[in-house]
């Protein structure tokens, strides 16, 4: 269900004729949260509380606002009533309903039945607005002793594999909808021999494995380098409070998708160790991994708040309590 292929969205997508109305929009912005299937349950609600389409009347450049997601329906329905010219439009996705910027000179609709439209909007709406991921594995160290261990104990395949199976994980551990996640249509993975032995490094979408880490593992490389590959694809994937968040944060949040993926390193330190909250790798997200305990979904809603900023305030929020009492309590519950 997550990474079903399709097909760019086809113009016309005259989609931006359903204009809802606010209260309809807010409703559905308390409602459109979580997890996909939840998503799919809501726009169907969402839709049928829209029983008409406002008329829109508008001399404006640019239309904004929420739509019905079934494009297909909509610009079929256009045709009928004579609105079949091509539409150029922008998908924006926010994080709490998908909105269509429309470029459009002038146009005129007429009032349409968006009961008929909306019984046939389902799954194919949120597809439809969603390029599925590519994912990539190139080999820029041939010949290097990393480089040929990784060919033989990972090879090609299943690195892309892991990057599409990590992704998978990462989403349904932030309980992401698919219009929630940064919209991102490729994936590199990249073996390099680089300096030093830092095990991997990533850049937007793009993942550089050391080739010199693989070449100094002890024991089978597949299983560590998994481990480092959804770490790193978490980075790829996770909000980092628009450059604000804490690097600790981050990479604890990384090692904590890792650990849930049951890829935690064996030298982290065991579950209450650490001095302090934001310590970072391992020690991170051993204290995020309790708290999601006591709350479960509280990385996923972390993330999410993470979107547009940070605030150390966000524990509060979530939890009731401040980061420092939270540690303090973990520790005297946990720690040694
Ligand atoms: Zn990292």
Same mark, same amino acid.
């Given at each position: 269900?997550?990474?079903?292929?399709?097909?760019?969205?086809?113009?016309?997508?005259?989609?931006?004729?359903?204009?809802?109305?606010?209260?309809?929009?807010?409703?559905?912005?308390?409602?459109?949260?979580?997890?996909?299937?939840?998503?799919?349950?809501?726009?169907?609600?969402?839709?049928?509380?829209?029983?008409?389409?406002? !008329?829109?009347? =508008? @001399? *404006? /450049?640019?239309?904004?606002?929420?739509?019905?997601?079934?494009?297909?329906? #909509?610009? +079929? $329905?256009?045709?009928?009533?004579?609105?079949?010219?091509?539409?150029?439009?922008?998908?924006?996705?926010?994080?709490?309903?998908?909105?269509?910027?429309?470029?459009?000179?002038?146009?005129?609709?007429?009032?349409?039945?968006?009961?008929?439209?909306?019984?046939?909007?389902?799954?194919?709406?949120?597809?439809?607005?969603?390029?599925?991921?590519?994912?990539?594995?190139?080999?820029?160290?041939?010949?290097?002793?990393?480089?040929?261990?990784?060919?033989?104990?990972?090879?090609i395949d299943y690195g892309k594999q892991t990057l599409q199976s990590a992704s998978t994980f990462i989403w349904q551990?932030?309980?992401?909808?698919?219009?929630?996640?940064?919209?991102?249509?490729?994936?590199?993975?990249?073996?390099?021999?680089? !300096?030093?032995? =830092? @095990? *991997? /490094?990533?850049?937007?979408?793009?993942?550089?494995?050391?080739?010199?880490? #693989?070449? +100094? $593992?002890?024991?089978?490389?597949?299983?560590?380098?998994?481990?480092?590959?959804?770490?790193?694809?978490?980075?790829?994937?996770?909000?980092?409070?628009?450059?604000?968040?804490?690097?600790?944060?981050?990479?604890?949040?990384?090692?904590?998708?890792?650990?849930?993926?049951?890829?935690?390193?064996?030298?982290?330190?065991?579950?209450?160790?650490?001095?302090?909250?934001?310590?970072?790798?391992?020690?991170?997200?051993?204290?995020?991994?309790?708290?999601?305990?006591?709350?479960?979904?509280?990385?996923?809603?972390?993330?999410?708040?993470?979107?547009?900023?940070?605030?150390?305030?966000?524990?509060?929020?979530?939890?009731?309590?401040?980061?420092?009492?939270?540690?303090?309590?973990?520790?005297?519950?946990?720690?040694?």
């Amino acid at each position: 269900m997550e990474q079903v292929p399709v097909p760019a969205p086809e113009m016309p997508l005259a989609a931006a004729a359903v204009v809802r109305n606010e209260t309809i929009a807010k409703e559905e912005a308390e409602e459109y949260r979580g997890v996909d299937r939840a998503v799919q349950r809501t726009w169907t609600i969402s839709c049928r509380r829209a029983s008409t389409a406002t !008329s829109v009347a =508008a @001399a *404006a /450049s640019v239309i904004q606002g929420v739509f019905c997601r079934d494009m297909a329906a #909509v610009s +079929n $329905l256009l045709s009928q009533v004579g609105f079949n010219r091509p539409i150029p439009i922008n998908l924006l996705a926010s994080d709490t309903r998908m909105m269509i910027r429309m470029q459009q000179s002038k146009m005129i609709m007429k009032t349409l039945p968006i009961l008929t439209i909306c019984s046939l909007m389902v799954w194919t709406a949120i597809t439809t607005q969603v390029q599925a991921v590519e994912f990539e594995v190139t080999n820029e160290a041939v010949g290097t002793p990393g480089s040929t261990r990784f060919e033989k104990e990972v090879g090609i395949d299943y690195g892309k594999q892991t990057l599409q199976s990590a992704s998978t994980f990462i989403w349904q551990t932030f309980k992401q909808a698919k219009n929630e996640r940064k919209n991102i249509q490729r994936v590199r993975l990249i073996v390099r021999s680089m !300096s030093g032995n =830092a @095990a *991997a /490094s990533t850049s937007n979408d793009e993942i550089s494995l050391n080739a010199n880490f #693989v070449e +100094n $593992l002890s024991g089978d490389a597949k299983v560590p380098v998994t481990g480092v590959l959804y770490h790193e694809m978490t980075h790829v994937w996770q909000w980092n409070g628009n450059g604000q968040a804490p690097g600790a944060l981050i990479e604890g949040i990384a090692d904590f998708v890792r650990l849930k993926a049951n890829y935690a390193d064996p030298n982290w330190v065991q579950p209450g160790g650490g001095d302090k909250w934001d310590g970072g790798y391992g020690v991170t997200a051993r204290f995020l991994d309790y708290l999601n305990g006591i709350k479960d979904g509280f990385v996923a809603d972390l993330n999410r708040k993470m979107k547009d900023g940070y605030s150390e305030n966000f524990f509060v929020e979530l939890m009731g309590k401040n980061v420092n009492q939270l540690w303090t309590e973990y520790k005297a519950q946990c720690g040694g």
